[in-house]
């Protein structure tokens, strides 16, 4: 899986993705894999850059 090197391929991405979304292709079709394929490495992606911090435990 090749990883998104900067946030203009990330942003061109998701705009490709919210194309793709639209046209609704079937999960097992040629489409279909290539847009999972792209999900994935969106994930990856924000899971790099846009952590979201776990809560803070409040032991009272």
């Known amino acids: 899986m090749k990883?998104?090197?900067?946030e203009v391929?990330?942003?061109k991405l998701l705009e490709?993705?919210?194309?793709?979304?639209?046209?609704?292709?079937?999960?097992?079709?040629k489409e279909g894999?290539?847009?999972q394929n792209a999900l994935n490495r969106i994930k990856a992606y924000e899971d790099i850059h846009y952590k979201i911090p776990l809560?803070?435990?409040?032991?009272r």
Request: aromatic share 6%; charged share 25%; glycine share 4%.
């Open 3 to 6: 990883l998104i090197a900067s």
């Open 9 to 11: 391929e990330y942003g």
């Open 16 to 29: 490709w993705i919210d194309i793709q979304i639209n046209n609704k292709p079937n999960s097992d079709s």
């Open 33 to 35: 894999i290539i847009l």
């Open 55 to 59: 809560p803070e435990c409040d032991d």
